[in-house]
């Protein structure tokens, strides 16, 4: 859903974020990598922090999607060739049916300064609503994770 064009799959991700059944941590995930993106999954995954409805187990996996990871399928023609090789990765899975293995890892180019602004002003506003420590120590690592990321300058001497 999260693949869908112009952010057609938004809406049922967030219905299955507010869902107490199976999948709520998938629709977490795939609301955190699309909340620069789409302010309706930006301000779904607010309001979720905000009522206190991730649980401390989940923040976790939502850490590296909100520092600009996204989710990559192995072997998939949508996948640029680049993000291959998943298979090995601490951060893979392999679901048996439909022999499917997926991981998380940084897109194959450099975020922009603006793409990481708008993730620092996503993970403000996550720390402003919220207390909760699991979630504020998983904010802190992906604002670290997105200082490794910030775009080096190099100062050239003539």
Do not use: C
Not at 24 to 31: F, S, V
Not at 93 to 113: C, E, K, R, S
Not at 134 to 151: H, I, V
């Amino acid at each position: 859903m999260a693949e869908l064009p112009d952010g057609a799959g938004v809406p049922a991700l967030i219905n299955m974020a507010q869902a107490t059944s199976g999948g709520r941590l998938n629709a977490l995930e795939m609301l955190a990598q699309l909340s620069t993106q789409y302010p309706d999954a930006r301000a779904a995954l607010v309001e979720q922090a905000r009522a206190n409805k991730i649980s401390p187990n989940m923040w976790p996996y939502l850490t590296p999607l909100l520092a600009g990871d996204l989710y990559h399928y192995q072997d998939s023609a949508f996948d640029s060739p680049a993000a291959a090789t998943g298979r090995n990765r601490s951060n893979s899975a392999h679901v048996v049916l439909g022999n499917q293995y997926f991981y998380t890892a940084p897109v194959a180019a450099v975020l922009t300064t603006e793409e990481i602004n708008q993730r620092l002003a996503l993970i403000d506003e996550l720390q402003s609503v919220t207390s909760d420590p699991p979630a504020l120590k998983a904010l802190d690592k992906s604002r670290e994770l997105l200082g490794w990321r910030q775009p080096q300058t190099v100062a050239v001497s003539p």
